[in-house]
């Protein structure tokens, strides 16, 4: 039996170590917010907070995950931080087919939370595990820079 945090409320499973946990958060959990879209770690579509740190989910068997606290965009839309980060995206026009975003999101919180006041270098580099397939890169640094002020 693995047990973690998800979303603030611990849970267990016991589905097999070696299941993704993008997997797990889609099939068990139904949280199906987080996107998988390479399955390889290069798109950051799966991205999560794993202690606090954004993790490609498609990678992270979920034998790894024992007491860890994660949080993903299912749950992160409940809080204040979303909802600014929804709003500066909205302004900036910085969602476009929208596969992205989940993951673009919970790597610009991630930054955020351990940069309140990034550059525009810093929040480039804060995204750089995450591909927009519409290439709009330079609505989603606005956004997070909006966030930022
Ligand atoms: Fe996980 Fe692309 S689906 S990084």
Same mark, same amino acid.
């Given at each position: 039996m693995i047990k973690f945090t998800l979303n603030g409320t611990e849970v267990e499973t016991d589905a097999p170590a070696t299941l993704r946990l993008i997997d797990l958060l889609r099939d068990e959990f139904q949280l199906i917010g987080s996107k998988e879209g390479c399955g390889d770690g290069e798109c950051g579509t799966c991205s999560v907070l794993v202690n606090t740190l954004v993790q490609n989910s498609c990678l992270i068997p979920i034998g790894a995950m024992e007491g860890?606290? $994660?949080?993903? @965009? +299912? !749950?992160?839309?409940?809080?204040?931080?979303?909802?600014?980060l929804s709003e500066c995206y909205s302004e900036a026009g910085a969602v476009q087919c929208g596969y992205c975003i989940p993951g673009m999101v919970m790597a610009s919180a991630a930054l955020?939370?351990? #940069?309140?006041?990034?550059?525009? +270098?810093? $929040? =480039?580099? !804060? @995204?750089? !595990? #995450?591909?927009? =397939?519409?290439? !709009?890169? #330079?609505? $989603?640094v606005d956004a997070i820079d909006l966030a930022a002020k």
């Open positions: 860890a606290e $994660i949080v993903t @965009i +299912d !749950g992160f839309c409940e809080s204040e931080q979303f909802k600014l955020l939370s351990k #940069n309140p006041h990034p550059t525009e +270098d810093e $929040i =480039r580099e !804060g @995204i750089s !595990g #995450n591909l927009c =397939r519409c290439t !709009g890169y #330079n609505m $989603i």
